[in-house]
């Protein structure tokens, strides 16, 4: 159990809650007695300050430590931006996903086949109740509120989606203007959002509209186990009350600090336009340090004129903003604050470079407070990462979770995709993103292991691998769960979910890049990063920008990978090479009459030619011999190539000599014959690797001296992470 000592700070804390509890109620019971909104002019005054957005937010929030309660007062602005009337409004209430046993979420955690089950003890569970709502002009809405349940299976008891009814619909272009409080018990952290101790990381805290989608109605999902989040784009202003001693990190830039020092409290402001979520940090242990980065200083001239070049853009177009990085660390870490700033300046320039320049002025990483498990998860400019032990120089972590992290500022940040429904657009094309710019700033590293609590990289040196390298050994056994494009909830489990959204997704891209070449694909991915900033694209809209860009017909590849369960795996099934008979047996018509040749005249006729060569013995003995090489391909998965994308087959005869051949790989076999005047050593189909997807590279290739057979190792050298792999599937997010 987690219990708090109550020292003499908290239960003065814990009084003046009380007291301004009391005072709220006055100003409240006041408000509602004269019918003034709760909402001053002031206030709406801010709201209205700043860009423009159909969605608004201002929330006062006050943590009170010694209960580990929320209370806060919330302000919505939503303008309706479709053609529809919108009758009624759906939040999200994620905290109810730790209030009790009924939940979605812990009902799917105790399915069982789940990585991340969910261990709650008694006093720590999590809610929110939201106690007020009500339009600008006081109407009360809280009488139609409702829980809904859409999901299947159907979870009847969750609470993590609320519904209210307006007195009238919203009309196309209309505002509606909401005033909500609400309290929240803070869960001892499930999920990534919770306490331990004092230490405080508060994501997805406050209540939530989902996404209206016109002619569709509200895409508001439930709490689910595997799932992350789908929100609409807003301004944010958020008002952050905690005790004076602690240090506070948060999504968008701090634009006033007030203190109360006969309470022992502080109100920090942060504002941030165009963001969709909202978390922020608290706790006593923090260092806070920034930094600057300043794009000359990280980004020569040449690169940006090769960026250009390489995206075919004008210089202007690629050249980056200077940022304001802010690093939240734990004291027993204050050891690795440059590698966490290294990091971050390499993420922030190759992100910035390759899919556009990074919009905001802030970007925050925190190493989140010991034990609070909220390690490896994104939000709107913050990010959590972790480093739990003393790395090791080998592994490149934190490195590789500080790139992954701040990438999501990017895929999911700036491309909000809707992860609750096609997770691989967020997940996927960051991760194939982080192992972009790790291979760049970092080159391959060590995959970690912890045995006990103790890494074993300090005793062994494990092979260095590429973060593609790494991926692929994980993602290439679990094709037959699930497709890659699937629901969050609907996957076999959690394991089938992080490989596929992760790993298969990314090594699936990696392919498409070997498919498209380094450039095409480079275009690709900034024009969807580009296009759909701000916006909510879907897989549909990638595969359009992959045709667009390329202008070819691609798809077949999604077709193939991401929509079916089918297995990728192309090979040899066998190689030979057998001298050609000049001579061969049997009857012959020779000048009207039968003849058979039979052994005796071969051999005769054969001495003859050799002698007539200049005698038995000389080195070219095979001189004049031709060797009829047969080659046997097969498709052993359902998967197959584009007809426009045909396979390659490369064969290597004994003088060194090669010759390639193309299959279309339609079919479930194809047989072929060369001809050359030596034997083959080895052939391999596919020899540049570009289908990086193929579950069994080992078959690709087929010596004739044993020996050779099997020119990649990976698999094999990888299975042993495989394992610890998983595990740390649940911890990156
Ligand atoms: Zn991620």
Redesign the pocket.
Known sequence: MDMDRPDLKRSKNSGGFLRRAVQAFLCLALSAATGISTFSAQEIASQSTGQTSPLRYEIWVELDNARKMLRARENIVWQNTTRDAVPDMLFHLYWNAFKNEKSTVLQESRQGSNLRSIQTKEGEWGWIDVVSLKLADGRDLLPTREFVIRDEPIHEEDQTVMRIVFPEPVKPGENVSLRLEFESKVPRTMLRSGYYQDSYFIGQWFPKPGVYQEGKGWNCHEYHLSSEFFADFANFKVHITVPEDFVVGSSGKLTSVSKDEAQNKATYTYEQSRIHDFAWTASPNFIKVERDFIADREVTPKEYEDTARMLGLALEEVKLPNVKMTLLIQKQHKGQVDRHFKALRMAIKYYGLWYGPYPYETATMVDPPYRTDSG?M?YPTLFTAGTSYFPTKDVLSPEGVII??FG?GYW?GLTANNEFEEAWL??GI??YSTGKVMAKAYGPGAMGFVFNGIPLNWFIPFPKNYDYEQNRATAINIVEYDPVITPSWKFYSDASYGLNV?MRAATCLVTLERLLGQETMARVMRTFQMRFRFKHPTSEDFFTVVNEVTGKQMNWFFRELFLDTLNFDYGIASLRSVERQKHVRGVFDFEGKKEEMTEKKIKELEEKESSDKGGKGAKSGDQGKTYITSLTLRRFGEAKVGKEAPLKVLVVFEDGTEESRLWDGQARWIKMDLEKPVKARYAVVDPETVWLIDSNLANNSYSLKAVKRGVWHLAAKLLFGVQNFLQSVSG??
């Open positions: 490896g994104e992954h992290e999501h999911y967020d997940e960051n991760t992760y990156l997010m």
